[in-house]
């Protein structure tokens, strides 16, 4: 029966509350006066000054407070093309600029994998990305390396070796290193030289290593290799390894000691989980680097001794990376991957992935809580285990092997 007056109240909804978006009368939550053009989380809208601010002030502190990368340190950055990756050669850049308040110290250079023989790209297509590519690395202007994939099978048998590591520096080796740099950049302003942030033996504008044509007989192999392999997980897996390997030969022989690469905390949350299904779980603090064990480990690969990976972008969600993409103008180059139109259920990578987005979409912590467990792993085998530097690695991977001799069952002959 109809009841004039009644108000009457919608039964409450199961969905979560969508993220707010600023309005009219709110104002930045930094500085309390500009106008917010993106929210990061419910409630913390930012202006654009603001948000600038607060992304450039996360990766310097990745940076400053691991004090990893030693002043005048050749440094490879990995770049796909992506917006990571590309965000984070972006950064580099402009913390190397004068007009940065603290200069990034280290000397820095670009790698780029053409993976299109995989990816199954024609020959014109491959040209046209690549052509893509080189326009980037021309505003980038730093020295880099375009490699094709196919190089994996001139690779030395070192590179399925894991080398002398050297001893972490300490915070009295750092202050020494230091202190150096700045001395020796006094020397060179007062005989008025102009200060570079590469040597001088790298000019930028000197020709880079240019993607040597892979010959036919290699693309030919390499196809068949990836048409070998039936599953699309065993592919992903497939082309992450051969990718590590290369860019590691590549950081060996041009003499640089660290990599970076582009790994978000979004596409580190679905590492995690994606190496759990993929029964990986004794080397998620390897595979991942979310440990917060004391310095170095915490921030750091150094599974293969000489050349050590880090992560400087395992703080950003890709969410945060999109925004700054966006209204900054970072520029990047999309490039189809294995996975490109595949079905949510192709791949235990695929469907993690859209598991982990799609919890993301509707309760927003879901890839922090991911995170910050990962956070709690520690990098070390279980007691038993032949651990140590010099016990039996993995050829693919460069993990100790997780083999345990005490629990194997030993029966009599006969």
Not at 234 to 247: F, G, M, V
Not at 378 to 395: F, N, Q, Y
Request: aromatic share 8%.
């Amino acid at each position: 029966m109809c009841q004039v007056g009644e108000d009457y109240v919608e039964p409450p909804s199961c969905e979560p509350p969508s993220a707010p978006s600023p309005g009219r009368g709110q104002k930045c939550v930094k500085c309390k006066v500009g106008e917010p053009v993106v929210v990061i989380r419910a409630g913390d809208a930012f202006c654009r000054d603001c948000f600038k601010a607060f992304y450039v002030h996360k990766f310097r502190a990745m940076l400053g407070k691991n004090r990893l990368i030693f002043p005048g340190e050749k440094v490879l950055l990995a770049w796909s093309g992506g917006p990571s990756s590309s965000s984070m050669v972006w950064q580099v850049l402009e913390g190397l600029s004068q007009d940065s308040a603290k200069r990034l110290r280290f000397v820095p250079a670009v790698i780029y994998v053409d993976e299109g023989a995989a990816c199954g790209q024609s020959p014109e297509d491959r040209a046209k990305t690549l052509t893509e590519v080189k326009q980037v690395l021309h505003i980038v202007n730093f020295p880099w390396h375009i490699v094709a994939l196919e190089e994996v099978f001139s690779l030395p048998p070192s590179v399925l070796r894991c080398c002398p590591q050297e001893p972490a520096g300490t915070e009295d080796a750092y202050k020494a290193a230091v202190d150096s740099f700045l001395q020796q950049h006094l020397v060179l302003g007062a005989e008025g030289e102009e200060e570079q942030p590469w040597p001088q033996s790298q000019d930028p504008h000197s020709p880079p290593s240019l993607a040597r044509s892979p010959s036919a007989a290699h693309t030919e192999a390499l196809c068949r290799l990836f048409e070998s392999v039936r599953t699309l997980t065993a592919k992903e897996e497939l082309l992450q390894t051969l990718r590590s390997h290369l860019i590691l030969h590549v950081a060996r022989a041009h003499g640089y000691s660290k990599v970076m690469t582009g790994d978000s905390c979004t596409r580190l949350a679905i590492k995690l989980m994606t190496n759990l299904a993929l029964g990986r779980g004794a080397f998620l603090a390897w595979d991942t680097n979310l440990s917060k064990e004391p310095h170095p480990q915490g921030f750091s690969d150094e599974r293969h001794g000489d050349v050590v990976v880090v992560r400087p972008m395992r703080d950003y969600m890709l969410k945060e990376v999109a925004f700054y993409n966006r209204l900054f103008a970072v520029p990047s180059v999309f490039t189809p991957a294995v996975d490109t139109k595949a079905p949510e259920k192709a791949s235990i990578h695929r469907l993690m992935e859209a598991f982990i987005l799609r919890l993301q979409a509707q309760f927003p912590s879901t890839v922090s809580t991911v995170y910050r467990t990962g956070e709690k792993l520690v990098k070390a085998p279980r007691e038993g285990c032949a651990g140590g530097p010099l016990g039996p690695r993995c050829l693919l991977c460069m993990c100790t092997l997780d083999i345990d001799t005490a629990d194997a069952a030993v029966h009599p002959a006969g």
